[in-house]
């Protein structure tokens, strides 16, 4: 069996609240990986937001039962991006039955979307 989630966010909207909050709002969001990774880059800080929700919204939880930091998207250089889960989405994925997850991420110059699909074994009701 297949759970998806998909988001799209405002690169504006993003540069904005980073305009405004700074580290702040980085701390909140995003882990050190990640905000080493996209070293201010909007483009990429948005692609990771998105992505962020879009593993909220296959596990079922959205924004409020899963941290934004225990959602976190890691990418070696010449790979594609992965999800590591960690605390309470890491639960709630096992009591799922998740198996695995699988990101995509794109931006233009607008917007930034992320979809993700996770294979959940057929035989939990949960």
């Not at 700074?22 to 992505?51: H, K, N, S, W």
């Not at 889960?85 to 699988?102: C, T």
Request: hydrophobic share 40%; charged share 30%.
């Amino acid at each position: 069996m297949l759970v998806t989630g998909v988001d799209i966010v405002e690169l504006h909207r993003i540069a904005r609240v980073v305009e405004r909050y700074g580290d702040r709002f980085l701390r909140r969001i995003y882990t050190q990986g990640e905000v080493d990774f996209c070293r201010g880059r909007i483009p990429q800080l948005a692609g990771r937001f998105a992505a962020k929700e879009a593993v909220m919204k296959a596990l079922g939880t959205g924004i409020r039962g899963v941290g934004w930091r225990e959602v976190e998207v890691v990418r070696k250089r010449g790979q594609a991006p992965q999800v590591q889960l960690h605390g309470r989405a890491q639960l709630k994925a096992e009591a799922l039955g998740l198996q695995e997850l699988s990101l995509t991420t794109s931006h233009s110059k607008d917007y930034a979307v992320a979809f993700v699909v996770g294979v959940r074994d057929e035989v939990s009701n949960r």
